[in-house]
């Protein structure tokens, strides 16, 4: 009889909680049931001190299985303004924690230096290690009818050559990408998921899976029945919850969708 792999694990990103705090994802995590959490490294002190986390994560049970490096726009100086100190630094976090992927951006174009580099340094700071560095897909930045291409070597990671890639379902919306292309095209070195929606908005929107036009059951049948060894992280956005309980329903939701797609693709493995 042939049994089915295990289903790949389901995380939340502590940028779920927002504007809550770090140590409050990690509360919402246990209470609903997920199996870990990525700390997304930001302004938040707790999400900058390992020795914090490490308690939180001990106290509550709830491992932690990646952490996001700090290389958003408001993040710019969390860690050092040096982005491979950011990156070090992420990966130091990731070891003692006990987290096998760190995720990253490609660089902004401003930051031309880390620009030119970027790629030969991931693959460099990956031989060093067996920590993931996933290079996640990004989006061109638009406004009204102009768009600016705002990352380089370029905001599609499948244009470069990287060991390991994050694929983010909000991006590929914003992105207005053929998603299952992209699959594809990452195929095995895709090494995470960040689950999410959206419909193509010139905004990120981090929608609740389901609730947009990204193929976000079919991205997660297909990784399932294709043995993916990563892990799937609810990342999406909870600005605008009207009080805690609805913040907590849209991550219990999240979590349901997640879990009955990648179990629908075991059950139709079958024995």
């Known amino acids: 009889m042939r049994f089915p792999k295990p289903e790949p694990k389901v995380a939340l990103s502590t940028a779920s909680v927002y504007p809550e705090t770090t140590a ?41 299985l990646a952490v996001h490096a700090p290389c958003l726009l408001i993040t710019q100086r969390v860690w050092s303004k040096d982005p491979w100190n950011k990156l070090q630094r992420s990966r130091e976090a990731a070891e003692k924690l006990g987290a096998g992927t760190v995720v990253v951006h490609p660089p902004f174009r401003w930051q031309r230096a880390y620009a030119r580099e970027f790629v030969r340094g991931v693959w460099r700071m990956a ?27 370029a905001w599609d990671p499948t244009e470069e050559d ?60 297909h ?11 609810v990342e999406v956005n909870t600005r605008r919850a009207m009080s805690p309980a609805e913040r907590e329903a849209d991550l219990a939701e999240a979590l349901a969708y997640t879990r009955a797609h990648l179990a629908a693709a075991s059950r139709t493995a079958g024995p």
């Open 127 to 153: 031989d060093e290690t067996d920590i993931r560095f996933a290079v996640e897909n990004m989006y061109p930045w638009r406004y009204r009818d102009r768009e600016m291409l705002a990352y380089a070597p």
């Open 223 to 233: 990784l399932a029945a294709s043995g993916f060894e990563g892990n799937v992280v």
């Open 162 to 221: 990287y060991r390991h890639f994050t694929l983010d379902l909000s991006h590929t919306a914003t992105a207005r990408n053929d998603t299952l292309a992209m699959v594809n095209r990452m195929g095995d070195r895709l090494a995470h998921l960040h689950i999410a929606d959206g419909n193509g908005s010139a905004k990120d929107e981090h929608l609740v899976p389901g609730r947009g036009t990204q193929p976000c059951a079919e991205v997660l049948e």
């Open 24 to 64: 409050t994802a990690f509360e919402i995590a246990a209470r609903l049931g997920y199996d870990g959490v990525e700390v997304m490294v930001w302004t938040d002190p707790v999400s900058q001190d390992i020795e914090a986390l490490r308690r939180l994560s001990d106290f509550h049970g709830v491992p932690v």
